[in-house]
């Protein structure tokens, strides 16, 4: 299955549009998922997402945007 992602300048990605959880594959929350602008992802948020190894999914879509409140784990 092939996926296809539209060509999109990361700064356009402006939109939550979901929380990855990192421990399925075995990997960390990388510094640069957690570096998103304060307007887009404030400390509480980085704090909890690195406390529970999640990173954060954007999108330039405002469609596919997803309330901006943390998930409940």
């Known amino acids: 299955m092939v996926q296809v992602y539209r060509d999109v300048e990361e700064a356009d990605k402006v939109h939550l549009c979901g929380w990855r959880d990192n421990t399925v594959s075995t990997e960390r929350v990388s510094e640069a998922n ?40």
């Open 34 to 73: 957690l570096a998103p602008p304060p307007r887009l992802l404030d400390q509480t948020t980085r704090d909890f997402c690195k406390r529970h190894n999640l990173s954060t999914c954007w999108t330039d879509d405002p469609h596919r945007a997803i309330a901006a409140t943390l998930p409940v784990l």
